[in-house]
Structures are given as structure tokens and as C-alpha cells.
């Protein structure tokens, strides 16, 4: 089984093929991001965990192993971050709960 780490460099090497290949998609997509998960009444840091929520319902596995990287970055704790996968499982079901073990794998790697 691929790591985690592994796969998000493999997902970001991919994404600067896309930005060379669409610049003008990839420009607007990222500014839109930027936009989007800035910081206002929301933190960057809550605003991570609602994409973190979203990617596990949603089953996007390099969106999963970003949006971790991001909220790690803005300063997310695991107790955090497992338990806006909590709320996920809750919306989501048995199929986000399998996703979750990803979370765990990636914080795994960065200990």
C-alpha cells in the first residue's frame, strides 16, 4: 500500500503538470481557493476542517491528504482533526468512515 506522503507528492507533481497544461483553469481554480479558505469570520484553520469534512464524504483521497497538510499547517491538533471526521462519519456514514484511516495513516507518517 502506497504511504500517504507518497501519494500527496504523487497528487502535486500531477497538479504542475495541470497548471502547465491549463494555466488559465488552474489560475482561477487556485484563486478561488485562496479566496475561499482565507480567513474572515471563519479561520483558515475552521474553513480547513469543513474541506477536510467535505473530502471525506465526498471520497477525494489527494484532497483528503491537502486539506490535512493545510490544517496541520494552520495549526490543527489531531484531537481536532479527528474529530471534524467525526462529524463527517455522521454526515457521511459508513462509506466517509473508510476514508478515515487515510487521516490516520498520514498523521502516522508525520510523527
Excluded at 67 to 93: D, N, P, S, Y
Amino acid at each position: 500500500m502506497e504511504k500517504a506522503n507518497e501519494m500527496l507528492a504523487e497528487f502535486k507533481r500531477y497538479k504542475g503538470a495541470l497548471n502547465a497544461e491549463m494555466p488559465e483553469v488552474m489560475k482561477h481554480l487556485d484563486a478561488l481557493f485562496q479566496v475561499s479558505l482565507a480567513g474572515g469570520a471563519l479561520s483558515t484553520k475552521e474553513k480547513e476542517f469543513i474541506v477536510l469534512g467535505i473530502a471525506l464524504a465526498t471520497h477525494c483521497e489527494p484532497c483528503i491528504l491537502v486539506h490535512l497538510e493545510k490544517a496541520l499547517a494552520a495549526g490543527a491538533t489531531k484531537a481536532e482533526l479527528l474529530e471534524a471526521c467525526g462529524v463527517a462519519i455522521a454526515m457521511g456514514g459508513g462509506p466517509t468512515m473508510a476514508y478515515v484511516p487515510l487521516v490516520l495513516k498520514y498523521l502516522e507518517e508525520q510523527a
